[in-house]
Nanobody
Framework: QVQLVESGGGLVQPGGSLRLSCAAS????????MGWYRQAPGKQRELVAD???????SYADSVKGRFTISRDNAKNTVYLEMNSLKPEDTAVYYC???????WGQGTQVTVSS
């Protein structure tokens, strides 16, 4: 069983930056692929980025070049660095482990002037 707790969301102006963190419980963190999903009001949940146990990453086209996913296995934490934020990035962001087997509670990101 893995528990995931996200933090770092908030209100930011367009063009600004935020860093989301996801702290995971359990000793098997380093073996999991970790991911970030988001869901905007009235839209389907979508995969934003993921990172394998080996550090390979993938990104949605809409965030490539602006977002960076990383992990620190010593701290059981995965991060999502978000730069050049746009209003369309507004959503609840969820951390996942093991290709969606485990989910966090979500953190709200609002991009607005």
């Amino acid at each position: 069983q893995v528990q995931l707790v996200e933090s770092g969301g908030g209100l930011v102006q367009p063009g600004g930056s935020l860093r989301l963190s996801c702290a995971a419980s359990g000793s098997t963190f380093s073996g999991y692929t970790m991911g970030w999903y988001r869901q905007a009001p009235g839209k389907q949940r979508e995969l934003v980025a993921d990172i394998t146990r080996y550090g390979s990453t993938s990104y949605a086209d809409s965030v490539k070049g602006r977002f960076t996913i990383s992990r620190d296995n010593a701290k059981n934490t995965v991060y999502l660095e978000m730069n050049s934020l746009k209003p369309e990035d507004t959503a609840v962001y969820y951390c996942t482990a093991a290709y969606g087997a485990y989910w966090g509670q979500g953190t709200q990101v609002t991009v607005s002037s």
